[in-house]
């Protein structure tokens, strides 16, 4: 499911690489399918995430957490709740399931569509800007951000850091091809190599940064759901007080790591202005397809 899910966001970052190619119109209902797709598959996945949270504070502080009655029962309850929408999910697969129907219909209005026109890597750049200037906007507002809306703030960023490096990737070329003996023609490729190099450092790093905003934003949900714990009246609390302090205390501990490794790493990724960025980025690609 969460590979799934993954490829429906290389989906999206393609059509928005494609925006200005497909139309207006033609972008906005095709992201609307692909974005409706992912939305229900994220059950199974945020159940999923949500157990695999918990259990990574666990092994960072077992002396703190493990042995906490009420965090072994939120652990169990955690688990219960993934195996049960894992089966659902399943169960709807196993059926057709509208999310696959939705895009095998997108499939097919797409082949029936005007082939898009072959474009050069230098068609891309207002694209490419966009894409580059979002993210870089995202970080600013995230590095500003502060109280309860810091965490939304790193989430929106996070989008944005993922279709960088889906964007990158799909860009990646193989190194230049080899060619005959010669001195000059091995100096060209080198400088080549270094070039193309660029492209896999970029989607390296973003892919490294969004594990960070990732396991940032993993760890709001489970605070959230930690504190809705004792707002819940219809049901006898899970966690125990002392259970719930410790759990809010190691969560909010490893989020500002998170963020301050994020925001650095992100100044990395992001130094450039967007025009500047996307000319060495296409200079790159270029340089690969010679």
């Known amino acids: 499911m969460h590979e799934a899910r993954k490829a429906l966001k290389r989906v999206r970052a393609l059509l928005r ?6 139309g207006a119109d033609a972008y906005e209902q095709d992201s609307a399918v692909v974005r409706g797709a992912g939305r229900r598959l994220a ?21 703190q957490l493990g042995g906490r009655g009420g965090v072994r029962r939120l652990r169990a309850q955690l688990r219960r709740e993934r195996d049960g929408a894992a089966s659902l999910a399943l169960a709807r697969a196993g059926r057709g399931g509208d ?8 499939r097919a209005s797409m082949a029936a569509r005007q082939p898009l026109r072959a474009s050069s890597p230098a068609a891309l750049e207002p694209a490419l800007a966009r894409v580059y200037g ?17 965490g939304r703030k790193l989430h929106e960023w996070r989008k944005r850091v993922k279709d960088l490096r889906y964007v990158a990737e799909m860009l990646e070329r ?30 390296r790093r973003a892919d490294d940064l969004g594990e960070l905003l990732g396991e940032e934003h993993d760890l709001a949900v489970l605070a959230e759901r930690v504190r809705s714990d004792a707002r819940d009246r219809r049901a006898p609390s899970t966690l125990g007080r002392g259970s ?25 990724l992001y130094a450039r202005r967007p025009k500047r960025f996307v000319r060495r980025l296409i200079a790159a690609v270029e340089i690969s397809r010679r």
């Not at 999923?48 to 002396?63: D, F, M, N, Q, Y």
């Not at 719930?244 to 990395?268: C, E, H, P, Q, W």
């Open 43 to 63: 059950p199974a996945r945020d159940a999923a995430v949500l157990l695999s949270t918990l259990e990574g504070l666990i092994e960072r502080h077992p002396k």
């Open 244 to 268: 719930r302090r410790a759990l809010l205390k190691a969560i909010a501990r490893r989020r500002r790591r998170l963020r301050k490794g994020a925001l650095r790493d992100g100044a990395r």
């Open 99 to 106: 999310v696959l129907d939705d895009l095998v219909a997108l």
């Open 134 to 150: 979002k993210g870089r906007r995202r970080m600013r507002q995230a590095a500003r951000g502060g109280g309860r809306s810091s």
């Open 174 to 203: 193989a190194d230049p091809g080899k060619g005959g003996p010669g001195g000059h023609k091995r100096s060209a490729r080198k400088r080549a190599r270094a070039k193309t190099a660029f492209v896999r450092r970029v989607a």
């Open 17 to 22: 690489l494609l925006e200005d190619e497909l």
